[in-house]
Nanobody, 123 residues
Framework: VQLVESGGGLVQPGGSLRLSCVAPEFILDPYAIAWFRQFPGKEREWVSCIAGTDGTTLYDDSVKGRFTIARDKAKNTVFLQMNSLKFEDAAVYYC?????????????????WGQGAQVTVSS
């Protein structure tokens, strides 16, 4: 499954970005889609997930209240709206799916990843 992220870029602290995850040749619904991020020299860490069953959304505590994950079925796209960005949010963001309807926070359970989108937070 090919996943493609877009929407990364440079933003000042307090600013916003919206990441998109699309699958050109695959229907994302009804699978769970997760977002991870990776800091230089670190393992990928789970950020958020939207379930494929009832659309339940989950967030890591570090982004709760600032990030919103949503699915647009018509566009076959999953978005990650990131508001009130902080310096510590700067990372490469990946969307992923393990073709399950349930969310997992474990990166090793995901077989399908996008190429990543760089988010830079700088003043």
């Amino acid at each position: 499954v090919q996943l493609v992220e877009s929407g990364g870029g440079l933003v000042q602290p307090g600013g916003s970005l919206r990441l998109s995850c699309v699958a050109p040749e695959f229907i994302l619904d009804p699978y769970a889609i997760a977002w991870f991020r990776q800091f230089p020299g670190k393992e990928r860490e789970w950020v958020s997930c939207i379930a494929g069953t009832d659309g339940t959304t989950l967030y890591d505590d570090s982004v709760k209240g600032r990030f919103t994950i949503a699915r647009d079925k018509a566009k076959n796209t999953v978005f990650l709206q990131m508001n009130s960005l902080k310096f510590e949010d700067a990372a490469v963001y990946y969307c992923a799916t393990d073709l399950s309807v349930f969310c997992s926070r474990l990166s090793y359970e995901y077989e399908n990843w996008g190429q990543g989108a760089q988010v830079t937070v700088s003043s």
